[in-house]
């Protein structure tokens, strides 16, 4: 169906109700494509004000920006900056291996507040965590820590890599510990040398070292898409052993214990000071000096995990709650996006028959999950630990359907799931 011109009476879920929990980017996108079909919606986000500075860059893929691309008054070119070359440099600043390939970024921030911007507030509640749900076959109901009870035709769970819902779909799936660390932060381009300015501002620019790598690249600021407002973003992997010393690296200046993430701020100033350290050490010089420049560099666990099931009944599992890759092909945010659009299409074609939709959708998704994590595992055990990331490998680029690959009609054959 072509809903391009289609009024809110057209929509074929008109009078249906659905439940978006988790309200970050996989959420927000999810509640946007339901809408659009029909659906009356709501989104319930645990955490109790709105979400903001979490994380930073974002690498786009068609499928993240599809929202802004296709149904949004949005303009899309006011959310991102782009780069035209892929650059690696070596411990003295030279490009030892370049390509010209366009990529496009956006912060994490500029693009949440966007997908609020067209959601609304109206049906977007925060501080409500769902804590457990039933389906009867004609409904879902879901429980929330509050008390609160609500009723829905659809239930989609956005609820990210510590889902409380996953375990409805596969008890077993639990996310399990990379082996690394992502060292995180941002830098005003204006900060930087101009000489680094020069290198490095129409690039994403690699430093490879000894069972690391850092990926760094310009993206919006908290005023814009300018030059004069973007940030130099990063992130820098980091092998750090399960256990005590991964324990004491993630506890923050407050004595509480990430369990995913610490907070800029939150990083105990040692560890900041030996992340800087090692940044002049090893890293090319203009990597180095963005790490020097960053007030409150911040962590964020690689970890895996994958649900088995994505759907079940009239609920379904989206996003980091149905598998979180490692981010080296950039994919986490066009995942979740794809999810959605593919849940919508799936329900466009059920023609009402909404658990016949959900069991229609999930075979594609489950495949797309399993094949995605399959590839980061090995860019990431090849970068961290058997040192064969060779500087512009064409096998390492970005890319939800495959290295260099962001339209699923380009996918290639993939070997059958195990
Ligand atoms: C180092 C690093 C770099 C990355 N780089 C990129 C990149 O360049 N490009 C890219 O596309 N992706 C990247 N990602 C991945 C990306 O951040 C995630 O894939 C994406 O944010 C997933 O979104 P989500 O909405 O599914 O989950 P989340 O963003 O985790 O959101 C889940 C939400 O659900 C809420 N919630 C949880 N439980 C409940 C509950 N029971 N009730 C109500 N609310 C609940 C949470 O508070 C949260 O707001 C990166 C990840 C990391 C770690």
Redesign the pocket.
Known sequence: MDLSSATPSDRPYRGARALV?????????TALVLRDIGFEVDV????ATP?HG??S?????PD?LRWFEERSSTDPAGLKTCTDWVQYLDRDNRIIAHEQRRWE?TS?GTFYRALLDDFGTEHYHLG????GFDDDGDAVTVR?ADGRVENAELVV?????????RPHFDADAEPSYAGYV?W?GTVPLGELSLETRLLMSDAITYSVVPNSHITLYPIPGEEGVDAADQLMNY?WYRNVAAGPELTELLTGVNGFVGA??LHPGQVQERFVQELRAAAAAMLAPAAAEVVLATTEPYL????DVRSRRMALGRTAL?????C??R?HA???????AADAWSLRDALLAADGDISGALAAWEPAQLELSRSLLARVTEMGDRSQFHNTWVPGDPSLR?GLYGPGILHPENRQPQPAAS
């Open positions: 929990i988790g309200g970050s980017i996989g959420g927000l996108t319930y986000e645990r955490t979400l979490r994380g860059g974002i690498v786009l893929q993240t970024y994490w409500a965590y769902a804590s929330f769970f956005a609820d990210g890599i510590n889902s409380a819902a992502g995180r992130v995913v993430s964020q666990v690689v970890l989206v996003g980091d709650a149905a979180s890759a981010p950039a994919a986490g945010t066009a995942k979740a970005f």
